[in-house]
């Protein structure tokens, strides 16, 4: 089992910056693959980023360069650096933990909201 609490969002002017933090109930190096999902109004929720066990990282093209994805050990916290913000990524953001061993369970977080103003 993995709890996941959220925090960081809010509202910002386009051009503007937020940093989402994710503080997971058990090591984060235990959990293979930790993400940041989005869901708009209306539409399906997409992966943002992610970051594995090793720290390799993987960004969707409409926010490489301008987010990203790291992680605290110590803190067995996950954070989505924002910048450069866009109208379009105004979304719900869900932090996502992938725990793979005999099978595969994904654990989700209650979601913060993200709103990017023109």
């Known amino acids: 089992q993995v709890q996941l609490v959220e925090s960081g969002g809010g509202s910002v002017q386009a051009g503007g910056s937020l940093r989402l933090s994710c503080a997971a109930s058990?090591?984060?190096?235990?959990?293979?693959?930790m993400g940041w999902y989005h869901q708009a109004p209306e539409k399906q929720r997409e992966l943002v980023a992610n970051i594995t066990r090793f720290g390799s990282t993987n960004y969707a093209d409409s926010v490489k360069g301008r987010f990203t994805i790291s992680r605290d050990k110590t803190k067995n916290t996950v954070y989505l650096q924002m910048n450069s913000l866009k109208p379009e990524d105004t979304a719900v953001y869900y932090c996502n933990a992938l725990v793979i061993t005999t099978y595969q369970a994904n654990y989700w977080g209650q979601g913060t909201l993200v709103t990017v103003s023109s």
């Open positions: 058990r090591s984060i190096l235990s959990i293979n693959i």
